[in-house]
């Protein structure tokens, strides 16, 4: 998902919990679980560019695209924003597994920190 490195860049707004903060990409609505997003079509191999279409437009509207794009570094492990990231990257996986062909999901299950 994100690429590992230093501190991450400064999503938090200053906050000590950048997950309390509704305009940081580390900010989870109580209603976003791992079923929440929903995208069509589901990738099945042969259609790539719509879905991916599909799944920026719905990773964007839930302020996380930069979880995939590279924006967002891992934080390292004692970095406050360490669990609000891990938390994210978690749940953001969980979105493109759901959004993909079983025989696709299979086979990304295991990407990812």
């Not at 490195?5 to 000590?16: E, F, I, P, R």
């Not at 719509?50 to 920026?56: D, E, H, V």
């Not at 995939?68 to 994210?88: E, H, N, T, V």
Request: aromatic letters at 10%.
């Amino acid at each position: 998902m994100a690429r590992p490195g230093g501190s991450g860049n400064n999503h938090g707004g200053g906050l000590a919990d950048p997950s309390q903060d509704p305009s940081s990409p580390y900010y989870v609505h109580v209603g976003d679980g791992p079923s929440s997003v929903t995208v069509t079509p589901v990738l099945n191999g042969s259609n790539y560019h719509a879905w991916a279409r599909s799944m920026r437009r719905a990773l964007g509207a839930k302020n996380k695209f930069e979880f995939i794009d590279g924006s967002i570094l891992i934080p390292g492990s004692f970095d406050p924003s360490y669990k609000a990231w891990s938390r994210c990257n978690m749940i953001v996986h969980s979105w493109i597994v759901n959004s993909v062909s079983e025989s696709i999901g299979q086979s990304i299950v295991f990407f990812g920190k």
